[in-house]
């Protein structure tokens, strides 16, 4: 089959699907980097995936059920086995694909056209030697190329196959080093094997009703052993110590299947029922990675790390990418628990997040990798949160009942004008706020460190959703549903001293669903899914010039949805 010659791009593949999101929100602690799964209706193949691997390209590599799958971040290609055999195992060697059936093994590589090409190596053997073995594991063991079913081994050397008879049936083979490759064999226990040889290394009475199924080099002097049912143990001057963690009974109970360190001393499991669980070298879990988070199976057959350090899985049913490079981790509400998010905020050592459904909190650790706490709902909060705006030690809730101070609990509330949309600070008045409401705008002032309800703004009584000011000292407002407006405040008096109105004739494309940005020291206006700025001089408004996302001050904007735009302040 014709290989599609297309650059490998998978930043611009994950940059492309990828709306970065401000908040979402868990309802059961799911918490997880960012999951991208690719389903058989996508990828065009069977649901299994048994072995994963990359060539220098960065094209990735599938051992599918159907045959070779292969992804150039683009394009998905099935190359089938010469009798449509099931690829159990799958090894990438320069630019050799090996691979291995039942009954057959061999490589794929392209010629220069890019057309993928199979070659067997089984005519290397009498037929008779390899008949009923089904190879469930490739290898690279110094300059060889290690085939092993679970009782023979087929070493590859200088294009010369030959079949080495193990001590008794093979149970698994793990390559840990370049130069050191273990294998659990039944009757016999761990043992290395080099130049042709078995040499012990724990002996069957310590492996006693162990079955190995992962082992990797943890430090210079150890080896991570993982036990189908029994959890980690540690290798150490061949010796089998348990090593535990925190989370043992999971493995005990989900079986482990699959497991390779990633970088940063992490370790990645894959099980059999619950998904992938990361761990760092304390046995401590930083992230715990099933269908509660977003992946579409919990049957994890393969775990590949590919050239940028993300972790692709094979599944039972699947496959999934794992994208470990991007800091933001994703909080999923699979029950409705907590409902749609509107706003988020960190305050005294509070995540706080306003929903349709109230306001939520939980304990917030900067320097935790995994929040261990569920949100629990502020007492007296309920109904819809609009915006949650710090302003110096208080932090305030523009609510559908009003406005609330949650400075400290229980919350208080400081305002019944209902709908608070939008919350501002008065340039130049450092004890007032101005804020957007459902009918006109109200102002607050602070007496005694306490924010107090003071004012009806008089002269406008429209819905206020957005707000912002300008250096001119003017507010520009935006209506939730159609309008925009600039006005000049006396703020001595809360009173309007004028108002203009803008609608298409003065350019934009709509007057309908506005909304707006303060972008460095410039307002925009979002309409129609494009950004534009007003030049006072013509009274007229064009496309804004915006390059980038990041501004002059460290500023970063987010975008959750097309319709969304925010502005995350930096620390």
Not at 80 to 95: F, G, K, N, S, V
Not at 342 to 370: C, E, M
Not at 420 to 432: I, Q, R, T
Request: with cysteine; hydrophobic share 40%.
């Amino acid at each position: 089959m014709m290989c599609q010659k297309n650059t490998w791009n998978l930043r611009g593949f994950l940059t492309g699907t990828l709306l970065m999101v401000l908040v979402s929100v868990l309802a059961q602690n799911v918490e997880s980097p960012r999951i991208v799964n690719f389903s058989t209706e996508e990828y065009m193949a069977q649901k299994q995936n048994w072995s994963i691997g990359q060539l220098a390209t960065g094209m990735m590599c599938f051992a599918n059920t159907a045959g070779l799958l292969t992804f150039d971040g683009v394009n998905w290609v099935l190359h089938e086995m010469p009798h449509r055999q099931i690829i159990r195992a799958l090894l990438i060697d320069d630019d050799r694909i090996y691979v291995g059936s039942y009954g057959e093994f061999g490589f794929w590589s392209a010629d220069p056209d890019g057309l993928f090409l199979y070659t067997s190596l089984i005519p290397l053997l009498d037929p008779s030697l390899t008949d009923g073995e089904e190879i469930w594991n490739i290898i690279k063991s110094g300059n060889k190329i290690i085939f092993h079913s679970f009782g023979t081994i087929f070493q590859l050397h200088h294009d010369e196959l030959r079949r080495i008879e193990p001590p008794y049936s093979i149970r698994f083979i793990h390559p840990i080093d370049s130069d050191l490759d273990m294998l659990q064999v039944t009757g016999y226990g761990l043992m290395q094997y080099v130049d042709n040889s078995f040499v012990e290394k724990a002996t069957q009475e310590e492996l006693e009703g162990l079955k190995v199924t992962g082992m990797c080099r943890f430090d210079r002097s150890e080896i991570l052993v993982a036990t189908e049912r029994n959890g980690l143990f540690m290798m150490h001057n061949n010796e089998l110590h348990n090593w535990p963690t925190v989370i043992d009974s999971m493995l005990t109970t989900h079986q482990i299947n699959k497991l390779t360190i990633l970088d940063s001393n992490l370790i990645a499991i894959g099980t059999i029922s619950d998904g992938l669980f990361i761990l760092n070298h304390a046995g401590e879990l930083i992230s715990h990675i099933n269908k509660n988070s977003g992946l579409q199976n919990n049957t994890i057959l393969a775990l590949f790390k590919d050239h940028t350090n993300n972790l692709w899985l094979g599944l039972d049913d699947g496959i999934a990418l794992i994208d470990l490079n991007n800091p933001t981790r994703f909080y999923q509400d699979f029950n409705g628990k907590i409902g749609t998010v509107y706003d988020a905020v960190v305050f005294d050592d509070w995540l706080y997040i306003g929903t349709n459904q109230g306001l939520f909190h939980r304990p917030y650790n900067s320097k935790s990798v995994l929040n261990q706490h569920d949100f629990t709902l502020v007492d007296g909060s309920q109904g819809q949160v609009w915006d949650l705006k710090k302003i110096g030690s208080a932090l305030l809730v523009g609510h559908n009942n009003g406005t609330y101070d949650v400075s400290s609990l229980p919350i208080k509330h400081i305002s019944k004008v209902s709908g608070g949309w939008d919350l501002e600070l008065v340039p130049g008045h450092k004890d007032k706020l101005i804020q957007g409401t459902y009918t006109g705008l109200v102002t607050f002032h602070r007496k005694e460190n306490q924010w107090q309800f003071a004012n009806q703004v008089r002269g406008f009584t429209g819905s206020a959703k957005h707000l912002a000011f300008e250096n001119s000292g003017s507010i520009w407002v935006a209506n939730p549903y159609r309008g925009l407006h600039r006005l000049l405040i006396d703020f001595e008096r809360d009173s309007v001293i004028s108002l203009q109105t803008f609608d298409q004739s003065q350019g934009l494309p709509s007057d309908f669903n506005l909304s707006l940005l303060t972008f460095g020291e410039k307002i925009h206006i979002r309409s129609a899914q494009q950004y534009f700025e007003f030049d006072e001089e013509r009274k007229h408004f064009y496309p804004s010039k915006i390059e980038g996302f990041t501004l002059n001050n460290g500023e970063k904007l987010i975008c959750a949805e097309p319709e969304m735009t925010f502005k995350m302040e930096s620390n």
